[in-house]
């Protein structure tokens, strides 16, 4: 119903492409080049070879984090089990000594393995028992990082050569960090044409409507905490290789900043508008933020005040064009 | 968030009222069974150690979750209207700094720095409530970015290390004994007395109730709806504050992570209380009670040497074990099993 | 003959409220079987029932003699049983095409199909069910209300390969041809169509039998041809329809003018007149969606206005809030339309729901415990005619009928001298239709003055002491006591003043399902 009911037809025709525009990672995407180009013309150093692969390395595992936050945000959900599944997978890389090629990819397994149980147990939980997702996420990340506590009492623990520098280097000129964030991104574009990926987001948009069109609300929910597992699960093993080091308190600051990610790309908090894609360049974006603020004198104290405030305008500036797109919608 | 289908509509009008009223409302029940657990806990501690149990550990329980409580009491208020605020550990941290640069080891000005530093809390969570209300901003989202801006702000106030020391007077009362009994814990009883009045019995209260239940209709029904949730929120930032000057004072001094070990337990007191995370319903009383719960686990489990994993691990589970029991399916199906009970 | 569908003793609980018990009813191959009731007789929960939402507590559902007890909407469709909802099953952001073919839309799962392709499937389904206006692409947000519904329908009409489910599948179609030449369709291949809906007279035109429920029980079923709309109407009410009207005297044609609004615009609303005096009550008329909403909204201070001049007490008066609203002398109390997201606070007591007003317009420190809610809200409970015992039951538990007098008791706890009621019998028991009629003629008799919009002409036509017809935001007919008559306000409800069909005409008869 409408309240303001504003009768205006001048939006309607722009109504279409202002959505593709909304549900797209441009915005986000334009936002992060231009911090780009700005952190280049700040600092021309940052185009080395160097740099452009640490930057990368750095961002990526707050962007896998971020990206896996998304697929439970999309149906409507949230998880906070995301820092305690970092800290869990970040320690058990640590200490868990395989080397070689052949050991990164035991080791991924066994990360993949456990983040996707974590998120089994979270989907269960809230598909299965129908505990709010806040609350019962937040239960199960304080006991993963218990568990943390168990596996690796103090920082420390080895990370294989292999891991440490193979990982984090640049496979055909490219760095490896690139082409994972770029595999995210295709694997998104598929997913979300999928059947699982499009009930995903039906869901989130109106749950109702969608068990009544025949999805299995309660599985889509789940598979969405086991993806999101997957995902934490990457970021933390990453994390490792690119730390040579494991923490039990490695995931402690994903917990904030994963959201933060997630909202500056634009997805919306309720579910059912919004990208992988999007989290990934929102998780780019924050990285880059700071370092663009670290060039540019800002002292390190304050960089805070402006991540907040970029924070809240980006969820604004998502809202106000969700805004535009409803009010052009009106007869 | 997660319905079933079962439960999605429920009957659109029912043709007789044949359910009588409950007596116990669930949200009753489930601090009752809060406390009780708390008691059974520290009677059983005994059975472990005779070192447990006593009227020493009871007042240890108490002592440490009266900061938890002061801060919970907000976080409750604001999960009350549906919000959830983030920006608690840095309003502790923001009230530890404030208040022991300020003061810097004297008495002089007491009496205004500490409601000077409550106000500017309160203000701060004035600007949090008005991005929630008026800019429909997520409360996740807000809080979070008030807590990173405040955070922040707290960063560059201290250049990094916090400097000054509380007022001898703050410092000696958490020290303090009036009638063998430690001053904090009194202040504890009279806060969580104020609170609960104010939360269940108050004009206040009750709006903010009908505002969590139901927001539309309570600005139908002629509530001032953005008011009363900007007011829930200014309220959880300034009892931050207040929590972030008194454990300055009992610290004798503040650090940037002093709020950190407050957030999550803060929601976790909140929900293991029996308040619905969603909003609507939710009482004081049981927010205390899952403050105690929560410290007395802690309290035990350290004094048993157990290690800081199988602690955390463990109170993880109590989290959890908590939601599972206290969901009102699990209400409804005891009382149909009475009802049958009384029946057969 | 075999029955398609056959439902015996089927029993449903929500906690200690019994919404549907042993119902038994039968459908055979090719029949348009109607389910009659009043609102809560039971409908939706059989509806549930069938289409795999809900499961039953008790009693045995077969379809073409096998047991049939469906867990999900997946599983009734492959017993062939569709049903097209009544509040429309559509996920909004996705296309015609996309909300047809869920949940699997590609035809391989771990793929994305072509998006062509999908639409070439759609469209198939649409060209079979000859909607031609609609194109699969569209999304379906953007969809008028009418075309919504038709998407709805075609969905259900594609999985039902044994039985048709159709709740209030007119609520929001302006025509029912293309609805009924699909029905013919189907029947014709020995589908069975189980039809819910208000309209007595499109039931007559489709079905050939029909089963009535009252409280959740089946009262029978009956060939429509041998029996007439009363007997109908009796045995969905348990009684013959009632027949009194007109039982007050009317008021003072000088009474004091509580509301003088002047060209009243926003939404949908393009220019309203009224005048509202001191123990008048004022019945507004009209079709689904000619700015009743917006009008009823303004008036009750919870949407803004869009133009226009209001006078409330003789004051010039901007309304902007409901608060604002009820604080104008002499007060304006506004029911919503809708009780369960704007009017009833679910976890709290009734007497918590109903002393609210007092708390809002006092003191914040006030201390408030049950006792005193009970105190304070006994007297306009009392007025309402609502039962004391129930005061202290949380509104959640409470039927839809207590629900409405919760909400009407709390306009009265405002002590507002006009009340603003947008359907407030709506979906309620004959009881407490009388009690709600009672409150609202002493309320007037005591130099109250109230609006209120019915969606049931008879109610206007025995409460009103002047009608207002609304018709495409503007006020197409003033229709007084003297000349009120359900067929004189539904012709002015059409528009252009034509008498709409004959059939239409009756008792119980609605404007908007």
Known sequence: MSDTGISSSSFAARGPSLRALAESALLIATIYLIMGAIYVSVQPSALSAYSIESLFNNSLPLMLAAAGATFVILQGGFDLSVAGVISLVNVVVAVTPLEGPLGALGLLAIALLIGMGVGAVNGLIVAGLKIQAIAATLATMIVCQGAALLVLGAPGGYVSDFMAYELTGSVLGVPLALWIALAGVALWSVYRRTDAGRNLLAVGQDRKAAALSGIDVARTEFFSFVWAGAYYALAAYMLAAQTSTGSPNAGEPFLLLTFAAVALGGTAFGGGRGSVTASLFGAATLMLMQKVMFALGVSSFYTGVIQGLIMILAVLFAAGVQLAIRSGKRP | MTQSSETMDGPATTPQDTRRAQRLSSTSVAVIAIYGLVVAMILLSRAVSPAFGGLSQVETIFYLAAFLVFCAFGQGLVILVRGLDLSIASLITLGGVLSTALMAGSNDGLFYILPAILLACALIGVVSGIGVTFFAIPPFIMTMAVGIIVYSLCLGFTQGTPRGFPSPLLRDLMQARLLAIPAPIWLLLAFVAVGTVLQGYSAFGRKLNAVGNNPEAAYVAGLSARTLTISAYAVSAACAGLTGILLAAYANGATLRMGDDYLLPSIAAVVVGGSSILGGRGSFLGTVGGALLLTTLATILSALGIGQGWKTILEGLVILVALIVLREQVFDALQAGLRGLKKG | ?513
């Open chain 3, 1 to 513: 003959m075999t029955e398609l569908l056959s439902i015996d003793g089927l029993t449903k609980r929500y906690g200690a409220t019994v919404a549907l018990s042993g119902v038994r009813m039968a459908i055979r191959p090719g029949e348009v079987h109607a389910v009659l009731g009043e609102n809560g007789a039971g409908k939706s929960t059989l509806v549930k029932l069938l289409s795999g939402v809900a499961r039953p507590d008790e009693g045995r559902r077969a379809i073409d003699g096998a047991d049939y007890a469906p867990t999900s909407i997946g599983q009734a469709r492959a017993a062939g049983v569709s049903t097209a909802f009544q509040e429309l099953s559509l996920v909004p952001r996705l296309t015609v095409a996309e909300n047809l073919l869920l949940p699997a839309v590609s035809s391989r799962w771990y793929w994305p199909e072509r998006r062509s392709a999908i639409m070439r499937r759609a469209q198939a389904i649409l060209d079979r069910w000859g909607v031609a206006d609609i194109r699969p692409a569209a999304i379906v947000a953007d969809l008028t209300l009418a075309q919504r519904q038709r998407v709805e329908i075609a969905r259900a009409l594609g999985h039902a390969s044994r039985l048709l489910i159709l709740d209030e599948p007119t609520a929001a179609l302006p025509d029912t041809t293309w609805l009924f030449a699909q029905i013919r369709r189907v029947t014709a291949e020995g589908v069975g169509v189980l039809y819910i809906s208000h309209r007595l007279s499109e039931v007559r035109e489709i079905c050939e039998r029909a089963t009535v429920l009252r409280n959740g029980e089946s009262i029978g079923t009956v060939d429509l041809e041998g029996v007439d709309d009363n007997g109908i109407f009796a045995m969905m009410v348990g009684r013959g329809p009632a027949n009194e009207r007109r039982t007050r005297t009317d008021p003072p044609a000088d009474g004091r003018v509580m509301i003088e609004a002047r060209g009243l615009k926003g939404g949908l609303l393009r220019g309203v007149d009224l005048t509202l005096r001191a123990g008048e009550i004022i019945g507004v008329a009209g079709l689904e969606g000619q700015g009743q909403h917006e009008l009823f909204r303004i008036l009750g201070g919870a949407s803004r206005l869009g133009s226009g001049e209001i006078r409330v007490g003789g004051q010039r008066a901007a309304l902007g809030s409901p608060l604002r609203a009820q604080r104008t002398p002499p007060g304006i109390a506004f029911v919503p339309e809708e009780r369960k997201t704007e009017g009833i606070f679910g976890n709290l007591t009734a007497a918590a729901n109903i002393a609210l007003p007092e708390f809002a317009n006092r003191g914040w420190a006030r201390l408030v415990n049950g006792r005193v809610e009970r105190r304070l809200s006994a007297e306009p409970a009392e007025r309402v005619s609502l039962a004391p015992r129930y005061l202290d039951f949380e509104v959640a538990n409470l039927s839809g009928g207590n629900q409405q007098k919760v909400l009407l008791a709390r306009a009265l706890m405002t002590r507002a001298q006009i009340l603003v009621l947008f359907d407030p019998a709506r979906g309620v028991d004959v009881g407490t239709k009388q009690s709600i009629y009672a409150m609202m003629q002493r309320f007037a008799a005591q130099g109250g003055a109230i609006l209120f919009y019915s969606s049931e002409l008879s109610e206007l036509v025995q409460l009103s002491t002047r009608c207002l017809v609304l018709y495409d935001g503007r006020i197409a007919a003033e229709v007084p006591r003297q000349a009120m008559s359900e067929e004189r306000l539904l012709a002015a409800a059409h528009g252009a003043g034509e008498a709409p069909a004959a059939g239409r005409a009756g008792n119980g008869m609605r404007m908007a399902g």
